[in-house]
């Protein structure tokens, strides 16, 4: 069992930047991938950041390339979203989750459905 607890949203201006945290307790943090996902009002949940048990293994979505960073503090059972240049678009709740099944391995998934556990989600509102 991992619970997930998000924080760190907030309103924010066109351009500016927030850090969001996803702190974890339960089964052993730092064996397995965590990621970021968001959902916009009437829209599906889409992938944004991934980060496997090695923190140099990472994955964006398009859309926040170049623009936000995902790390992990295993000491702390914490993983980070640091978003950057933020745009009206990126409004949306933002979800972490962990995908226990890919403990070890190599690479991570951007698929929502392969995601075993989720946080209760933390709100970020970018305004023009």
């Known amino acids: 069992q991992v619970q997930l607890v998000e924080s760190g949203g907030g309103l924010v201006q066109a351009g500016g930047s927030l850090r969001l945290s996803c702190a974890a307790s339960?089964?052993?943090?730092?064996?397995?991938?965590m990621g970021w996902f968001r959902q916009a009002p009437g829209k599906e949940r889409e992938f944004v950041a991934a980060i496997a048990w090695r923190s140099s293994i990472t994955n964006y979505a398009d859309s926040v390339k170049g623009r936000f960073t995902i790390s992990r503090d295993n000491a702390k059972n914490t993983v980070y979203l640091q978003m950057n240049s933020l745009k009206p678009e990126d409004t949306a709740v933002y979800y972490c989750?962990?995908?226990?099944?890919?403990?070890?391995?190599?690479?991570?998934?951007?698929?929502?459905?392969?995601?075993?556990?989720w946080g209760q989600g933390t709100q970020v509102t970018v305004s023009s």
């Open positions: 989750a962990a995908d226990l099944a890919l403990a070890y391995r190599t690479y991570v998934r951007t698929s929502k459905q392969e995601y075993d556990y």
């Open positions: 339960g089964r052993a943090f730092s064996s397995y991938p």
